[in-house]
Structure formats: structure tokens, C-alpha cells
């Protein structure tokens, strides 16, 4: 059940990804075609692509190091312990 789970919320998470991603895209295509036809230039599908990616990519990377995501995640790794146990061959039969 959990591994059925997990393969749902992952697929959500693509499904959900890539839709932004190609509405987004398509939104700047809406955005700045007009804008560069006024500057004599061509804008296509693949500029928008390009552009989209970009901010994502920045998306994510505001989100990593400034974002609450990435606070949260400094919070907690503040508390987590850095020292590991020895493993010794003791282990294998006392287990």
C-alpha cells in the first residue's frame, strides 16, 4: 500500500510539474510575443520553453536557500545528531 501510494503522489507530483511548466510556457508565449513582433523579432514556442525553465530553475533555488522550505530544513538538520555508531562484528550475532 505504501509503495502504491508513493507511485500516485509521485506521479501527481510530475503531472502537477509539468503542467505549470507548459503553462507557464504558454503564458509567456501569450506575454511577449506581441512585445517582440513590436521589436521586429520572432518568438516562438521554444524561447517560452526556454524562459519557463529558467524560472523555474531560479524557482527553485530561491525556494532551496531563501524559501521556507530551506529554513525549515536548516532548523531541523540543526538538531539532528552528526556522531554515528561503530559498527562492530558483535552485531551480527547479538541482532
Do not use: Q
Not at 507557464?24 to 521589436?39: E, G, K, N, R
Amino acid at each position: 500500500m505504501g509503495l502504491l501510494f508513493s507511485l500516485i503522489t509521485a506521479a501527481f507530483g510530475i503531472t502537477v510539474t509539468i503542467g505549470f511548466w507548459v503553462s507557464l510556457a504558454a503564458l509567456l508565449t501569450f506575454v511577449l510575443l506581441p512585445i517582440y513582433a513590436d521589436m521586429g523579432y520572432v518568438y516562438g514556442p521554444e524561447d517560452s520553453a526556454d524562459y519557463a525553465t529558467w524560472i523555474m530553475v531560479l524557482m527553485l533555488f530561491n525556494d532551496r536557500y531563501f524559501g521556507i522550505y530551506g529554513r525549515t530544513l536548516r532548523k531541523i538538520c540543526k538538531h539532528l545528531s552528526t556522531g554515528r555508531e561503530a559498527v562492530t562484528e558483535s552485531y551480527e550475532y547479538d541482532r
